[in-house]
């Protein structure tokens, strides 16, 4: 496998960029501010929010412009703000890294985060706790940006635990609900899981190169062992799979959904997980070095695409299945992420594309509840395209993108992972070419079962006929298109959804804004002809919106749940990974909580509660002879004076 381009040395900061720390700190004052002033600032509270995100984005937008005007050799800078771990020769200073990855992650968070700030102003509307949701919005974009242009492995794990503790708080947010508070504690266990395969890279990192600066690690570890290096990339892709719900931990993803349907869309679809993404791209030297943990992310990437793929399949709640399709399609850009050099560019511009058409099918979800009394279940919709003309136009554009249909943004960017996958010619250290047909086969199929999950739900939703219900008044549903504070950031994110991944393509812009941090692409011929792969995966997306279009279009949806077979029941129950866990991890836990308890009731307390008994024995024996006559006394000293004798007599004997 061909290396990566060395990484670029930073230039100090300058321009616009010597304000880009203001991208982190204006939504994190505002959050603090919100949460300290509590209901004073509920009429305002909001607009400040949505205010601080857009001037992330403005700040990001500028420092990007710049970054424009130079030689693609000057694009990395980075910037020192204060001394943070001093410990003897090891340092760590809280610095910022602008170059083109972090950048791109900047515009993501801050443009869609910024819409979908939007749209909750309406969706929130009436909800007595909207300043507070603000403030967890706008910490959680800070956090996602001190993750994604931190200069080090440790300034990038404050926003990790950043954006989980703001994932907890919003998947809580309606914590009165039990259920969603168990969600939110799902989230967040899972994730420590995770964290703790970040920490345990870092401490690899510091024995290894004492040092977790990106550009350290990245420089010295072409001289490492082989055995470090995996051992460090095996713990990256295990608090990758927690942040981005990646097999195998990916059990939170879909209980996620409790929360609002905005925090959906940003922290669950665009943004927080691909942070796993953006680790193992941000540590492609390391991968480089250890082909074996290379091709452990990508499979775990296949598996993840394809479990995904099926959970979708069998769903009804609208919100669970546009989840299990991002588990799914981030498996898509992991298996590009763990395929090397061939596939880095291509992981992050799925990435990217896949943040605009996904955040918009969510706030179509989000729509659609609005109109629907808050209802989730597929089965009680049908024939919205009516009534809700808007939202059904918008969800098409990001329904047809992501089933990659051409022109649409997906078909520019999932396509060329399904080539790269056929591509694939590593398998650990051995040169092959079956890896290439496994994970070309694997991509294609998972591009079927796509098209037919995510036509369903466009047509179970959208089109055949109306299996509305009632209010839970008791009265008719009469659907209604959403306000424009809604539907314009929709109209937006489908502009992305049909054009932003073919303007992107054009002259290979994305792929050589990147280089200078993925180096340049490496070209590798694919097991079958690229028009070849092309025909067969524009073919089976075909065939599977066809199947679904003859069952959920043009046949009658049932409003109650069929009966079906045991893979459809296992899909329904996200193919038993809840009982899987609970087996694996969470009864044998039990068990050895209830031995220890037991075991410290029987026999610490045990012997506490024996001496005690002891004591208390002794102090009554003792007690007895105590009788307050004096001949009694006499007694004892004549009987000490006795037994002194005897002791002396026989001693000397």
Known sequence: MLLPQAPVEAAAVSGVA????????????VSILLLLLGRVSDRWGHWLAVLA?????????????????????????????FEWIPAGDFTVNFGLLMDPLSMTFVMLVTFVGSLIHVYSIAYMEHDKDRRRFFAYLNFFIAAMLILVLG?????????????????????????????????????????????????????????QFSSVDFRTVSAEVTGASQGAATLIGLFLLLAATGKSAQFPLQAWLGDAMAGPTPVSALIHAATMV??????IVRSGAVYVQA?????????????????????GTAKDDIKKVL????????????????????????????????????????????SVMHAMD?????????????????????????WLAILGVPPFSGFWSKDPIIEAAFAASNFGNIEASWPGWVFGTVALVGAGITAFYMSRLFFMTFHGKARWTKTMAGEPIQPHESSPLMTVPMIILAVGAVFLGGLLTINSTFVTWLEPVTGETVHAEPVLPVIAIQVLVLLVVIIGALYAWKKYGREEVSQAVPAAGALVHAARNDLYQDQLNEGLFMVPGQALMRGVTAADHSFVDGIVRGLAKLAAGTGRAISKAQTGYVRSYAAYVSGGVLLALVVILATRI
Do not use: C
């Open 374 to 398: 808050n209802q989730v279940n597929m089965r009680n919709f049908g024939a919205l395209k009516g009534a809700m003309k808007i939202t059904w136009i918008t969800f098409m554009m990001g």
């Open 53 to 81: 995100s857009w001037s992330s984005f403005g700040i990001g937008l500028a420092i990007i412009i710049q970054m424009l005007g130079v030689a693609p050799s000057e694009r990395s800078m980075e910037m020192n703000l």
């Open 151 to 207: 200069n080090s492995y440790a300034i990038l794990f404050v926003g990790w635990e950043g954006v989980g503790l703001a994932s907890y708080l919003l998947i809580g947010f309606w914590n009165y609900v039990p259920e969603y508070a168990t969600a939110a504690k799902k989230a967040f266990v899972m994730n420590r899981v995770g964290d703790m395969g970040l920490l345990a890279a870092m401490m690899v990192m510091f024995a």
């Open 18 to 29: 010597s304000l880009g720390w203001l991208m982190i700190a204006i939504p994190l004052a």
């Open 291 to 311: 082909p074996i943990a290379a091709t452990v992310v990508a499979i775990v990437g296949a598996i993840t695409l394809l479990f995904g793929a099926i959970v």
């Open 323 to 366: 989840a299990a399709s991002t588990m799914s399609q981030i498996g898509y850009m992991m298996l590009g992420a763990g395929l090397g050099p061939i596939g880095w560019a291509f992981a992050i511009f799925h990435l990217f594309t896949h943040g605009f058409f996904k955040a918009l099918m969510f706030l179509g979800a989000g």
């Open 274 to 279: 691909t942070a796993g993404v953006y680790l």
